[in-house]
């Protein structure tokens, strides 16, 4: 999760080099605009892979929890 969490911020380090770099975006104002929505756009995307990423591990979390009260209703079958 720590490396998904670099990663994601290394993204959006990228997207803002490559704003600042490009001519490609335009220039002026509607550099300004393209930026800013790039931005939003990258900062959307991180906030929701992290709040999917939290959501899925409550829940492996969840069913860790259930597997091992199922394990200790049950009697081991070993000796």
Do not use: N, Y
């Not at 995307?45 to 959501?55: S, T, Y």
Request: aromatic share 2%; proline share 3%; hydrophobic share 40%.
């Amino acid at each position: 999760m720590r490396e998904l969490g670099l990663s994601l911020r290394t993204l959006e380090h990228d997207v803002v080099k490559l704003i600042a770099s490009s001519d490609a975006v335009g220039k002026g104002e509607d550099k300004d605009i393209l930026s800013v929505a790039l931005l939003e756009g990258t900062h959307s995307l991180i906030e929701a892979v992290v709040h999917d990423l939290g959501r899925k591990t409550k829940a492996f979390e969840g069913d860790i929890q259930r597997r091992r009260e199922e394990a200790q209703r049950w009697p081991s079958v070993l000796p």
